[in-house]
């Protein structure tokens, strides 16, 4: 029985619970059959009242490698601009509507607990359970372990490199080729 998840990626000011978030990518996916669907990204112009900003992250992204992408990031956030408490509300319209079985993030301890906090500091409800909550680390590490192969090098990455709209789509479709590689296993 086909599944429809949904991986999200945040880009931030911080690694903190309380992170400021630059910009959200929300992929639906199927990892049974292999298709990736609707998407969302929005850009954060107001942050939120006493959203943590951390000066090392903030040197990382003025680093060379990744001054490319934090430009674009800021350039779509001036092109798309939603306050804080708008863009989870648009997140949350995005997920009751696709109604997912599972929430996956890179990790949920990362992605998934700054949106959680996000969403408790706005007085809103999350959009989703706890415990349908799935981490891309844990399954490629399955996936190593089981098959001895690395989905995340079976995939070419495309687009800009923490566009959170790329990177969610990437990391939605490793956990694909991981699912595809566990099950062609499985059925040896």
């Known amino acids: 029985m086909p599944t429809n998840d949904i991986m999200i990626d945040l880009e931030t000011l911080s690694l903190k619970p309380n992170a ?5 990518g929300a992929v639906m996916f199927d990892a049974e059959i292999g298709n990736i669907g609707a998407q969302l990204h929005i ?21 060379p490698k990744q001054k490319a992408a934090y430009d674009e990031i800021m350039m779509f956030v001036q092109q798309k601009p939603y306050r804080l408490d708008l863009a989870l509300a648009a997140l949350s319209r995005f997920i009751v509507k696709h109604n997912p079985k599972q929430i996956w993030g890179n990790s949920p301890s990362f992605d998934l607990s700054i949106l959680a906090n996000a969403y408790q500091q706005h007085d809103m409800t999350m959009p989703w359970p706890f415990w349908n909550e799935r981490d891309t680390r844990t399954i490629v590490n399955v996936c190593r372990q089981l098959t001895g192969v690395d989905p995340k090098k079976q995939i070419e990455f495309d687009g800009t490199a923490h566009s959170a709209l790329a990177d969610a789509i990437y990391q ?9 590689l566990l099950a062609s296993r499985s059925a040896v």
């Open 43 to 63: 850009g954060c112009v107001m942050y939120g009242q006493g959203r943590d900003l951390d000066r090392d992250v903030v040197k990382w992204w003025a680093e």
């Open 172 to 180: 939605a479709r490793y956990v694909i080729a991981a699912y595809q």
């Open 20 to 24: 400021m978030i630059l910009s959200i």
